[in-house]
């Protein structure tokens, strides 16, 4: 038996605002979109790998996404963890750590919450990626 994490979802109050981040902001664009009676959803994924991720606004829900206690942070892989973290604060991202260098491992980290408050960790590695990861530093934009 084989299994491969393929996509997973998050609800996010209004889709355009959503889709318009991570595609004009963080750069991954939207690869599907569909709309059934409970949600409308885009699907974005990286034209480089990784997971994709659906973004689902559910049209029975108002006002801001309950965060519960079950998803700490989103991974974002990027080249230049400085320029991400300088878009995503000018897009209106609050900023919550700013970009550091860190001794324990060979990469620059900074955390970001997007416009639904989710916990984002911009990561650039300066040694390569994890075997299985995309490596943003040897791909074209």
Known sequence: MVAILGQYCINVSDLERSVAF????????????TEIEMAR???????HGGSRM???QQLGQTGP?????AIWKLYVNTDDCAALFERAV?????????PARL???PVTVAFVKD???????LIEYHQGTPATVPDPKKLEA
Do not use: F, N
Request: with cysteine.
């Open 90 to 98: 000018a897009a209106g991202c609050e900023a919550v750590t700013p």
């Open 22 to 33: 991570w595609e004009g902001v963080v750069g991954i664009p939207v690869v599907s979109r």
């Open 65 to 69: 996404i309950d965060m519960g206690t």
């Open 103 to 105: 001794d324990r491992w």
């Open 41 to 47: 959803e885009a699907v974005i994924q990286s034209p």
């Open 54 to 56: 659906q973004l689902a």
């Open 115 to 121: 416009p639904d408050g989710y916990l984002l960790e």
